[in-house]
Nanobody, 124 residues
Framework: QVQLVESGGGLVQAGGSLRLSCAAS????????MGWFRQAPGKEREFVAA????????AYADSVKGRFTISRDGAKNAVYLQMNSLLPEDTAIYFC?????????????????WGQGTQVTVSS
């Protein structure tokens, strides 16, 4: 089993920044992909960003490209999401997720483990 714990959410004004962290523990997989997803009230969970744990390959949703940056620290089993130029439409619960092995990067159903989520609220 893998446990994922997110932190770093909060309330910020539009144009501001937040950095989310996800700490992984338990049986982590060196070749697994780590991703961030978000879910706004009344909407489905959507892909935000992902990073291949070993190779550093990344993927981003079009809506966050140029504003968000995903990174990872292999020694700490952690993945981060730096969010800049935040918009009110970025308001959502943000979830960290991981795969047992590589199964692509953007589809929620391909991820095996999920954190509890952290709330991000962007005020206008």
């Amino acid at each position: 089993q893998v446990q994922l714990v997110e932190s770093g959410g909060g309330l910020v004004q539009a144009g501001g920044s937040l950095r989310l962290s996800c700490a992984a523990s338990g049986r982590t997989f060196s070749s697994s992909t780590m991703g961030w997803f978000r879910q706004a009230p009344g909407k489905e969970r959507e892909f935000v960003a992902a990073i291949n744990w070993g190779g550093g390959r990344t993927a981003y949703a079009d809506s966050v490209k140029g504003r968000f940056t995903i990174s990872r620290d292999g020694a700490k089993n952690a993945v981060y999401l730096q969010m800049n130029s935040l918009l009110p439409e970025d308001t959502a619960i943000y979830f960290c997720a991981s795969q047992k092995y590589y199964k692509g990067m953007t589809l929620a159903e391909t991820y095996d483990y999920w954190g509890q989520g952290t709330q991000v609220t962007v005020s206008s």
